[in-house]
């Protein structure tokens, strides 16, 4: 008997799960992906020239909103829930749907889908959108490079555009962000690591992107998304936390899966954490996985120019993922204007335009900060049209790339970054050392 199946995702974990498991598998047939979190994502295909020769029509992505309507009408056997940063209660509310239309339920172990490397691979992942994970495989990516390894990273998908074209993306210089039309999104996890020196992989077919890598690379680095587990089997597992947002790594999934299978276990935003918080990551680690070394770091925050900000009315622009679905009520832009003495920090909302209001709509605890939406051309000039709308004397930018190359500014803009600092030891390079063996 052949399954119908479906695919629950945000294209990424879900493409690489039907890609591992379901394409080539006679004996599920799969009906359709559902999708959500990343806008204008559904109402495409999957298409058939990466499905393979058993869907010549590709496979259509809806709204994840008409599962259950799905299910029915496609006579469905299996929903496979394959997207991370989720509340443990929403996937329940999400199987409840499965279930009670008649499918099974399922989510994919975490090593089942994790592919084999010829190279030693080091994995980053973390226990939610925003921990500070992008700079903790930076600061992994420096340690290798200075024990004298050909160092390349790879990172979570974000494939929003043409999927054909985005199969494997290899971005070693900055005019190939152009060439492969990357939104902000994709340009803030990229640009860094190429203005490091190194190579980063993106795309859809983490088969053949992990093939292309190992071909350049003595170690290759897993730069994990969201806080989904690895599509590669790690050599050292490295997850961070979050100690603003104690406890979330016992309630959101796989963020608890990740925590549970670390190697290394990095308490970032010491520095700015309430000191109680960081002992009460630290004691849930210890329980829920004894073996696990634990590692304290700073996210040390810099800005370019701190005399815009100083007794300033300012506008504070932070990565845009970790306010939406991370969830997180600020970031290294906020702390930044704090730290800096700003007058005030002004409320974006009587300024929003054309798609920003919507994602005010669906995340209405954002407050008072902007978050750099970008997935599309229009949504670029959205986000422009809302910083130049707003009654303020400067711009806190603290996204990791200049969006003055991206949009027009009015005001003068402060650069926020944030980079990893080790908090005492152990160290990462300790850690990493002792575990690769050098």
Known sequence: MVEN????????????NFNVYFRGNERYNVVCFTATQIPNIDGRKYPAQLAGPKYPDGIPIYPDARLADLIREHKVDLVVFSYSDIPHVEVMHKASIATACGADFMIAGAPYTMLE?????????????????????????????????????????????????????????LKDMDLHECTIEEREEYEPVVRM????????????????????ADVVVWDGGNNDTPFYKPDVNIVVFDPHRAGHELTYHPGETNMRL?????????????P???????????????????????????????????????????DGPTLTHGEMKYGAGVIAAQRGN??????????????????FKKYPDIGKVLPAMGYSPAQVRDLEATINACECDAVVSATPIDITELLTVNKPLARVSYEYKDHGEPTLAQALKRRLGS
Do not use: W
């Open 276 to 318: 109680a918080k960081v002992e009460q990551v630290r004691r849930t680690i210890a329980e829920c996985n004894p073996e696990a070394e634990i590692i304290l770091a700073e996210s040390e925050v810099l800005v370019d120019d701190a005399a815009l900000i100083k007794g300033k009315r300012v506008l504070v622009v932070e």
């Open 197 to 216: 020196g190194a190579v980063i992989y993106a795309g859809v077919d983490y088969e053949k992107i992990l093939r292309r890598a190992e071909a350049e």
């Open 117 to 173: 490397s010829s190279k030693p691979v080091v994995s980053v992942c973390a226990v939610r959108t925003g921990c500070g994970k992008s700079q903790t495989s930076r600061e992994v990516m420096r340690v290798l490079q200075g024990m004298d390894k050909r160092v390349v990273a790879v990172r979570h998908p974000m494939p929003y555009g043409d999927l054909v074209k985005q199969e494997v993306q290899r971005f070693a210089e």
């Open 262 to 274: 670390c190697d290394v276990a990095v308490i970032n935003k010491v520095d700015s954490a309430d």
């Open 5 to 16: 199946v479906i695919v629950m995702g945000a294209a990424g974990r879900d493409f690489h």
């Open 342 to 359: 700003a007058a005030e920090i002004v409320d974006p909302r009587p300024f929003l335009k054309g798609s920003l209001a919507e994602t």
